[in-house]
């Protein structure tokens, strides 16, 4: 549990007036933060937490419920029971058929198939759905919008396989599609497939009876909710309850399926290396994994009234999709991170804690995700760290658009300006540096007291200064040198 507390010992650094790491979690936005770290293999967990809880406790898995239900129907194709290509008109009750298709989108129904609906290219509507204070209705309720749903009719909108479209509804299709095919409902289904192979046991989509070691969700980190959780009925896309640890036994199990055709893999090398393989806009099936530079594999989430939570498991994509293996240093191969919030502002939180894990175990930082990872979301402070003295060689004016930004010096540190009279003292970032081939690593600064970081680096060629900015949305942007 060393690294534990190099962490919270790093996180209460951050401010000399609260008291210790989970004051400051809730100062920053959680009142719960309940982490998992797979290292080579091995899981160990920890809740850092103002109001009680442990690594047991129970989270909402929000949207990483769809890579759960991903791995349900992977296990279904390789039992031969699916085909990703296979029409979901093929598979889908009448009567839904009736419910999504519309006389201008008849045509496009017959198109859509397995893969459509996984890669979230299908063309079918909702995002997001919010879920229930109550008891929700039916899941064919849900796709038809007629009360007491809250969500639209479930539709097709667009082209299948023309555009990565995130569609809650797509999953929710899915979700009819492996009842149909098992037979089963979609919990049990899920349970003999996946929850009970990967050994589970903190994972449900129905609270048991008696089950008091639950999370409750949050508004901030001192406000709670209305109430306790929302119900979900579109269980394939945001139903699960679970742990950290538990969503990193189903990362590991990717990860060993990958690495071996002894027979004995949750999924076939084949099956595996599939499901991980970009079809558009970094989105594989149900995990967003982006082919370059082909490092890892991720899910977010966020669940209405206070859900955020994220999941990413290191592996080489490149050598895994038949490319070129990488060829950097692979001490953080079958690797993993879990973190889950309950707070509706936990996105700020887990993605600062993550930033700090893959610190502290110097593993290679994430690409750049689409609304699936902590690129843009600032790092904590790294204490008692000195300043790269090559910092200095940034120095002087840079510019985005009409504005201009002066690295300087005050008294032999870096200062950010910005105008005449304000700046902004520069400290070390708590986040993996970036290696820059020929070039060295990247020199990572936190501005003091705000919400922007700066990362001198190189680009083309040329000395490069990225900023990154905690807006809304969350910018990323390059200055020119003047």
């Known amino acids: 549990m060393e690294l534990f507390d190099d962490l919270e010992s790093l996180i209460s650094s951050q401010d000399t007036s ?4 989970a004051e400051f979690l809730a100062e920053t936005g959680s009142p719960s933060v309940s982490i998992a770290i797979l290292d080579h293999g091995s899981i160990t967990s920890k809740c850092i937490s103002t109001i009680g809880g442990d690594s047991e406790t129970l989270f909402q898995a929000c949207s990483i419920s769809k890579p759960v239900t991903g791995m349900a129907t992977m296990r279904l ?6 085909h990703l290509d296979c029409k979901i008109v093929q598979l889908l009750p009448e009567r839904v058929i009736s419910i999504l298709e519309t006389p201008h989108t008849k045509d496009l129904l017959q198109q859509i198939t397995i893969r459509h609906l996984m890669s979230h290219t299908s063309g079918i509507t909702i995002a997001h759905f919010p879920g229930y204070s109550k008891d929700g209705p039916d899941i064919e309720t849900v796709l038809s919008g ?7 009719q479930v539709k097709v909108q667009g082209l299948p396989g023309y555009s990565l479209s995130y569609s809650g509804g797509g999953m929710t299709v899915l979700q009819i599609i492996l009842e149909a095919v098992t037979g089963k409902d979609f919990p049990m289904l899920v349970k003999e497939l996946v929850l009970d192979p990967l050994g589970m046991s903190r994972s449900f989509y129905t609270l048991q009876d008696g089950e008091r070691n639950v999370a409750t969700a949050y508004l901030t980190g001192y406000t709670p909710c209305d109430v306790q959780s929302h119900v979900f009925p579109e269980k394939a896309a945001a139903g699960l309850w679970t742990t950290p640890t538990d969503l990193l036994k189903v990362v590991r199990a990717i990860q060993q399926s990958l690495k071996t055709d002894a027979g004995t893999e949750f999924l076939e090398k084949e099956i595996a290396r599939e499901m991980l393989e970009e079809v558009q806009n970094t989105m594989a099936l149900t995990w967003i994994a982006p082919k370059e530079p082909g490092v890892a594999f991720v899910h977010a989430g966020s669940n209405d009234p206070g859900w955020e939570c994220f999941v990413m498991g290191y592996a080489d994509l490149k050598s895994s999709n038949g490319g070129q293996k990488l060829s950097e240093q692979k ?20 993605a600062k804690v993550f930033h700090a894990i893959t610190y502290l175990k110097e593993w290679v930082p994430l690409p750049y995700v689409p609304g699936g990872g902590p690129f843009g979301k600032i790092p904590f402070r790294a204490p008692g760290v000195k300043i790269d003295e090559r910092w200095g060689e940034w120095k002087g004016s840079w510019r985005d658009a009409d504005k201009e930004l002066v690295l300087e010096s005050n008294e032999d540190e870096p200062v950010l300006r910005f105008g005449e009279n304000v700046r902004a003292r520069l400290v070390p970032a708590a986040t993996p540096s970036i290696e820059y081939a020929g070039n060295g690593k990247s020199i990572d600064l936190v501005l003091e007291g705000l919400e922007m970081m700066v990362r001198l680096g190189w680009k083309d060629g040329n000395r490069d200064i990225e900023v990154w900015y905690d807006g809304m949305p969350p910018r990323v942007l390059h200055l020119s040198r003047e």
């Open 77 to 82: 194709i390789q039992a031969g029971k699916l």
């Open 146 to 152: 007629k009360a007491p749903a809250n969500t639209l």
């Open 331 to 350: 001490a953080w191969s079958d690797c993993g991170i879990s973190i889950m919030t309950n707070s509706a502002v936990g996105l700020t939180v887990w």
């Open 18 to 21: 609260t008291e210790s790491a």
